[in-house]
């Protein structure tokens, strides 16, 4: 018989044989609509959003964080596909009219992640399509902008006595513009959603700023009309965080604090003129911040250059489905099944394959190498908005290619109508606007060449700079290789336009 000694070795040299117990890998991605870096973990000075911060404490932030559209739809499927909207087909907005989706054989996020093993569901805003191809599991239904719809909605899923890990997709209303969300409000809310005075959004503690306060971001006029917008723009915010802080409290009282991951961004900058539908740094720079439960480093800050077409993979590296070659395991891709809806494919599309990579390992790391560039695809918003613009960016340099530079630029509905754009076109095209005029804002050349090291909101364009000839060329070059890298159909403009 075994000395009591001689069985505790025993049973030491048992454990160390036995296969490590995979820890919980849970997902939480969180996409806020319409959100520029106007947090207090970015160094806002007015913004409150104590629940973000304490995030970005706890995590890892990212101040070079890029959109590859700033327009909703197209942009939500390159966050869900790892792919730019050029090659997915989602060109621009799903609903009503305009009705663009994406091509039956992309494989998404959720889709992958439920063959892995996963329960998946959505809560909040979707926008995408079709359905098929972007399905989850559950459709969480409630107001983002209520917080007990919240904890309605997605309490049940993150306390359901499951074994399966889960990844959870939820996306706020805020700050997007527009009424349509607060229809329990007896008097009509602000363009930002904002309820009249003495009202509020049930659960949400709604913080007021003066416009005096609020900083103007250099891609805008310092106006009073922008600053009245820009506190309104705020105050929905705040409601945001909110709506974050107590999906965080679900997740910890649930036991699941420290075994999900959590993404925190935005599906592309500020809903204002100069910002939104545009690919100047106000369109496609969010906030980005992440927390890993299994990492020991807390509150960095990386200087990794990340776009959206990285997300997707991200997750799935986190969810353990990645080869060492960066794409999805074979053994899962079997048993992906293609949807069959109106045979509206991409014969380019290969399953398994994306246009970004895994940012995982820089959640950890300051100073990164090999993550200097990123790209922009912007094709559409509203049907009536085609304006096709290719970008390719690094530290220093950023060059736009405005494919339909002989129009003029196109406005969303709701940006046409801000007092912000207003009020400086009511002066005329000679009027100042951000860093250019209301005349160059809508009349834009061919291409745009920034140095964004002297020039960080893109007022001097250096294009046709004799001096910067061999900067423009080598920028060229790099983009046309993004579009042949990434399939996109518009390559062919450099042929015959």
Not at 304 to 330: C, H, N, R, Y
Not at 395 to 413: D, M
Not at 464 to 478: G, I, R, S, W
Request: proline share 6%; aromatic share 12%; glycine share 6%.
């Amino acid at each position: 018989m075994l000395k009591y000694r001689d069985r505790f070795l025993f049973f030491v040299c048992f454990a160390v044989l036995l296969p490590a117990v995979a820890a919980p890998r849970n997902v939480v991605l969180i996409v806020a609509d319409d959100q520029s870096q106007t947090l207090g973990c970015y160094g806002d000075p007015v913004a409150r959003t104590p629940n973000l911060d304490a995030l970005a404490a706890d995590g890892t932030l990212f101040r070079n964080a890029f959109a590859t559209t700033a327009s909703c739809s197209a942009s939500r499927s390159v966050i869900l596909s790892g792919l730019h909207n050029h090659a997915n087909g989602q060109y621009g907005h799903v609903h009503h009219f305009h009705k663009f989706q994406s091509y039956d054989n992309v494989v998404s996020l959720p889709r992958y992640l439920s063959v892995a093993g996963y329960r998946t569901a959505r809560f909040g805003k979707y926008h995408v399509a079709p359905e098929q191809v972007y399905q989850f599991d559950e459709a969480l239904r409630g107001n983002p902008r209520n917080l007990d719809h919240v904890t309605k909605a997605c309490k049940p899923f993150l306390e359901q006595a499951d074994d399966r890990p889960f990844f959870l997709y939820f996306c706020t209303h805020d700050p997007h513009r527009g009424n349509g969300f607060a229809k329990e409000l007896p008097e009509a809310p602000d363009r930002f959603g904002n309820p009249s005075p003495g009202k509020h959004h049930v659960g949400v503690e709604e913080v007021v700023y003066d416009s005096k306060d609020v900083p103007v971001p250099g891609f805008l006029p310092d106006s009073p009309a922008a600053r009245a917008e820009l506190a309104q723009y705020y105050q929905s915010q705040a409601r945001v965080d909110q709506s974050v802080g107590r999906l965080f409290a679900m997740l910890k009282e649930a036991g699941h604090w420290d075994d999900t991951l959590i993404l925190y961004l935005a599906d592309h900058g500020m809903a204002f003129p100069g910002a939104k539908t545009t690919v100047y740094d106000g369109g496609l720079r969010t906030p980005l911040i992440v927390r890993n439960p299994y990492n020991d480093q807390r509150g960095l800050e990386s200087d990794a250059m990340i776009s959206w077409v990285d997300l997707t993979p991200t997750v799935l590296d986190f969810a353990g489905v990645l080869s060492d070659d960066g794409k999805v395991e074979q053994g899962l891709l079997q048993k992906v099944k293609p949807v069959r809806l109106n045979k509206q494919r991409n014969d380019e599309l290969k399953p398994g394959v994306m246009h970004g990579r895994s940012f995982l390992e820089t959640l950890t790391q300051e100073k990164t190498t090999g993550w200097d560039q990123i790209s922009a695809s912007h094709t559409f918003h509203e049907i009536q908005m085609y304006y096709p613009m290719r970008v390719v960016q690094e530290r220093r340099y950023k060059l736009i290619w405005n494919i339909a530079h002989q129009q003029p630029y196109p406005f969303a509905s709701d940006l046409w109508e801000s007092k912000t754009w207003q009020t400086q076109l009511a002066k005329g095209y000679d009027a100042p606007y951000g860093q250019k005029t209301v005349g160059e804002y809508v009349h834009r050349p061919a291409f745009e060449l920034y140095d964004l090291q002297q020039d960080p909101y893109e007022g001097d364009n250096l294009a046709d700079d004799p001096a910067y000839a061999e900067v423009l060329e080598t920028m060229k070059k790099k983009l046309k290789d993004m579009q042949e890298r990434t399939n996109d159909p518009w390559i062919m403009k450099w042929r015959y336009e």
